[in-house]
C-alpha cells in the first residue's frame, strides 16, 4: 500500500540505532558522573540504614544511663553517649527519619507550588504572569530565617494542639520549608515553559486539536521536569540543612525527638570535652547534603541534551 | 471557478515590539502585510520567498495557530476566523500542517506510536487501544515506516525518517488541506527528492490539497500547479508554475529565477544581483515593498503608491508599476 516508496530502503537505518527510551539515555549518562554515583550509593544506605537501622541496632533512644555519660565511641555505643548516656548511634538512626522526612516531604511542598506557580505563569502570560512573578520575586527578597520564627512562634501551639506536638511540628516545618523554597523551581518552570510553547510539536498538537490541558500534561511539562527533578535535589538539601537550623536554634522539634538538627543543638554546650556528641551528626547532614548536591549535578548533566559527555 | 477550497483575502499579521522598562509595545513588525491567494481542491500552490518574508506566518494565520490581525480565511466557504470551540476543533481534522525542523516537531519523550496516535486520540478516530495501534501501524506503511517503529522515539530515526513520522500524524486525521511549512529545507539534497515523492503520491492517493512553502524556487518548480512569490508580507506574482519559471514578470522574481541554476548549460541566464539586505520589516519601504532594491524602479511612482495585483495574462497576476 506504499505506493513508490521503497519501505525498506528508508526504514533500515533505525533499526541500527539503539533502543533506549529518553530516560534510560538520561541513566546512561547519569552513570558516566563518577561522583554522582558514589553519592547516590552513599545517599541511599544512609536512607536504609534511617530504615532498617533502628531495628537492627535495637537499643532504646532514650535509655538514660548515669554511668555511661559523655562517653567516646566504644563497641557499646559506637558512637558515643551523651550527657543523659543515651546512645548517640541510636538517636543518629532514629532521628535520621525525621531529617530526612522532613527533606523530602518539603522538597514535595516546594515542587508541587513552584510547578503550580511556574506552569499557570507560563502559560497564562500576561497580567496573571506579571502578577505570579512578582509574588516570587516578594518571597525571593524576603529575610527568611526572621519569618520563619515567627510563622513558628505564632502557630506552633495551635497546630499542636490539633494534631499533637511531634505531627504538628512535622507538618508546620514541612510547610514552612517548603513554602520558601518553591520559587526557583517556579522560575524554571516558567522559563521551560516559555520556551516550549513555542516548538513545533507543541505546534503540531495545537494543529491537532489538543486542549489546553493536554498540551500542558502531555507535551510541555514532560520536557520542562529534566531541570525541575536537578532543582529538587537541592531543595532536599536546602531542608534539612533549614530543619537543622531551626532545632539547632531549639525552634523546632522538641528535645525528646533527636533529629541532627536538635543532637547539634544538644551537643553545643558539651564541644570541648564531648566532640563525638556533635561530630556523627554533623557528619550526617554533611554527608546527606553533599551527596545529594552531587546527585543533583550528575542529574543536570544527564537531562541536559545539549552536553555531550566522552564515552 | 469552482468555489475554492481555501481562500484568503487581506491576511494581515503584526507582531507587536515591546522594548523599555515597562514593556510597552514600541513598535510593529509587519510579517504579512495584505495577502490574498485561492487554492483548489488538489491543487499545490508554492509559495516562495526569502527568509522572513512572512511564509510561515502566513500559513500559521491560515491555521489560526496565531491570530491574524486582520482579514479573513475561508475553507470551503466557512470563516475560519470566526470559528469557536467545537467548529474550530473540527476544522483542525481538515487541515495540518508539516514542520521544517525534523527534529522540533517530535516530542522527544513520546514514541511513534503515541505521537501519531495522539491525533486518533483527540479526534476520537479509534474506538479501541488494539484499533488505534493498527490505524498508526498503517500510517506508518504508509509513509514509507515499518510497523514496528510505532515503539521507538524520535531521536532514533534520521531526519528523513522525522519528517516522514511527521507526515504520518498529519495524515491521521485525514485532512483535505496540509500546509507545508519548508518540509525539506532542512534534509540533505538526496532525501529532499524521496521526501516530495513522498508527498507528491500520498497527494494522488487522497486527493490532497498542499500550500507548499520553500525559501528558492528550485524546490517548489517541480510539485507546484501554481508559485506565488512573496516579498516582505506581500505576494508578488501569482502565475502558473510554467508560465512563471518561463515568463517572469515582477523584477524580484526574475531575480529569484536568476539564482536557480539550469539544466541545459547552453542556455545562459543572467545572474541578477539584488543591491542590498533585505529591509526590516518593522518600517517597509513605502509605496512598493520592492523599490530599494528593483533595478527598474522609477523615482517618484515606486516609492510614492503600491501597485496594484492585475491579471497581466490569463491566471498570471503581479503586481508591478512598471510590467504586465
Ligand atoms: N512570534 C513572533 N514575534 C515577533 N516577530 C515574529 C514572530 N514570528 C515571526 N516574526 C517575524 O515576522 C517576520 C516573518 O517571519 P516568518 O513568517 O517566520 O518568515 P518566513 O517563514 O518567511 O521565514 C520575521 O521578520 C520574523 O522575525
Ligand atoms: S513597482 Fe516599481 S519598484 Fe516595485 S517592482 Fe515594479 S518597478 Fe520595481
Ligand atoms: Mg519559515
Known sequence: MAGSIPASATASTGAAAPRVGPWREAWRRFRKHRLAVVSLVILSVLVLAVLVGPFAWQVPIDEIDFTARLQGPSWAHPMGTDDLGQDILARVLYGGRISLAVGFAAMMVAIFVGVLVGAVAGMAGGRIDAGLMWLTDLFLSLPQLPLLLLIIYLFREGLTQVVGQELGVFILIVIIIGGFNWMQVARLVRAQFFSLREKEFVEAARALGASRLRLVVRHILPNALGPVIVAATIDIAAAIIAESTLSFLGLGFPPDVPTWGRLLFDAKDNLDFAPHWALFPGAMIFLTVLSINFIGDGLRDAFDPRRVIAS | ?324
Open chain 2, 1 to 324: 471557478m469552482a468555489q475554492p477550497l481555501l481562500s484568503v483575502r487581506n491576511l494581515v499579521k503584526r507582531f507587536p515590539v515591546r522594548g523599555g522598562v515597562l514593556r510597552r509595545v514600541v513598535d510593529q513588525v509587519h510579517a504579512v502585510d495584505g495577502v490574498g491567494f485561492d487554492l483548489a481542491s488538489g491543487e499545490t500552490l508554492g509559495l516562495v520567498g526569502e527568509s522572513g518574508c512572512g511564509k510561515s506566518t502566513t500559513g500559521r494565520c491560515i491555521l489560526r495557530l496565531i491570530e491574524p490581525t486582520s482579514g479573513e480565511v475561508r475553507f470551503e466557504g466557512r470563516d475560519v476566523c470566526a470559528l469557536t470551540g467545537n467548529e474550530l476543533a473540527a476544522i483542525r481534522r481538515d487541515m495540518q500542517i508539516i514542520f521544517q525542523d525534523p527534529f522540533a516537531s517530535l516530542n522527544p519523550r513520546m514514541t511513534v506510536g503515541s505521537i501519531i496516535g495522539e491525533a486518533l486520540e483527540i479526534h476520537r478516530l479509534a474506538k479501541t487501544r488494539r484499533e488505534r495501534e493498527a490505524k498508526v501501524a498503517e500510517l506508518l506503511e504508509t509513509v514509507g515506516l515499518r510497523p514496528d517503529h510505532m515503539s521507538r522515539f524520535p531521536h532514533e530515526f534520521s531526519g528523513g525518517q522525522r519528517q516522514r513520522i511527521g507526515i504520518a500524524r498529519a495524515l491521521a486525521v485525514s485532512p483535505k488541506l496540509i500546509i507545508c511549512d519548508e518540509p525539506v529545507s532542512a534534509l540533505d539534497v538526496s532525501i529532499q527528492a524521496q521526501v516530495i515523492n513522498l508527498l507528491e503520491d500520498l497527494q494522488e492517493k487522497f486527493g490532497l490539497s498542499y500550500l507548499f512553502i520553500a525559501h528558492d524556487l528550485s524546490v517548489v518548480e517541480h510539485i507546484s500547479d501554481r508559485v506565488a512569490v512573496m516579498y516582505l508580507g506581500r505576494i508578488v506574482e501569482v502565475a502558473p508554475s510554467r508560465d512563471l519559471y518561463a515568463q517572469p514578470l515582477h523584477p524580484y522574481t526574475e531575480a529569484l529565477l536568476s539564482a536557480v541554476p539550469i539544466p541545459d548549460p547552453t542556455l545562459k541566464r543572467e545572474r541578477i544581483r539584488l543591491q542590498g539586505d533585505i529591509p526590516s520589516p518593522m518600517n517597509p519601504p513605502s509605496g512598493c515593498h520592492f523599490h530599494t532594491r528593483c533595478p527598474i524602479a522609477e523615482k517618484g511612482l515606486c516609492d510614492v503608491a503600491a501597485p496594484d495585483f492585475r491579471e497581466a495574462t490569463s491566471g498570471h497576476w503581479v503586481a508591478c508599476h512598471k510590467r504586465g
